[in-house]
């Protein structure tokens, strides 16, 4: 079979499943894994949202620095909300309570994202390590998640994703390192990595 033979199989599949899918609806997506970029894919998704006129919330967990390019890039733009809702790595502030707390406030700032219908995409970045810790009630967080507007897309960054959360979402994509300069000693440069 030569290479136009093959690329005709090859789009009558495609488009197949393409006449298949009839559904619209908001997707939850979660992006997990130890690799590098589960964040800048979910930044990434927002670039998109904003090019097609939607309302966008990210709430970040964990993180608590407020010079990334990210941030001062989104903040500028008229159709983002952003709330930096950590006090830093959890092995930064050694607070377990405060930490917690944090997670906590975050969180009711999500709510509100998830439960307003104008909010094309909500972002909650680094999300998982509230559950994982135990900072946050796992069902509680799936009501919401299923509460949501029917158009309303989720993406929920961090690694570990439990299960519950998994089985929930539409499209969970592991992201897995295979080398990163870290280990080489090079710094977090600006522009990469935050």
């Keep these: 079979m030569n290479y ?7 789009k009558a599949v495609v488009d197949r499943g393409i006449a298949a899918a009839e559904t619209e609806r908001g997707v939850f997506v979660i992006n997990t894994g130890t690799g590098k970029g589960k964040s800048s894919a979910a930044f990434g998704v927002v670039a998109r949202a904003l090019g097609h006129g ?13 010079d990334t390019g990210e941030e001062a890039f989104f903040r500028a733009q008229p159709n983002v909300a952003w709330h930096v809702g950590g006090e830093g790595f959890t092995w930064e502030t050694q607070d377990k ?7 906590r406030a975050a969180w009711e700032v999500a709510k509100m994202h998830l439960a307003d219908p104008a909010v094309g995409l909500v972002v909650l970045d ?3 390590y509230p559950l994982k810790f135990g900072w946050l009630e ?9 509460d949501r507007p029917p158009m309303q897309h989720v993406i929920i960054t961090g690694r570990g994703a439990p ?11 592991e992201i897995g390192m295979v080398k990163h300069a ?6 977090a440069m600006p522009g990469l990595e935050y």
């Excluded at 870290?182 to 710094?187: D, E, I, L, N, S």
């Design 4 to 10: 136009q033979e093959r690329m005709q199989k090859k």
């Design 54 to 66: 939607l309302n966008v919330g990210v709430v970040q967990f964990i993180k608590g620095r407020s």
């Design 97 to 103: 309570d405060r930490d917690a707390a944090a997670a």
């Design 126 to 128: 680094e999300f998982t």
């Design 138 to 146: 796992l069902e509680s967080v799936l009501a919401a998640l299923r």
């Design 163 to 173: 299960p519950a959360l998994v089985e929930a979402a539409d499209t969970v994509s």
């Design 182 to 187: 870290f280990q080489a000693g090079v710094k």
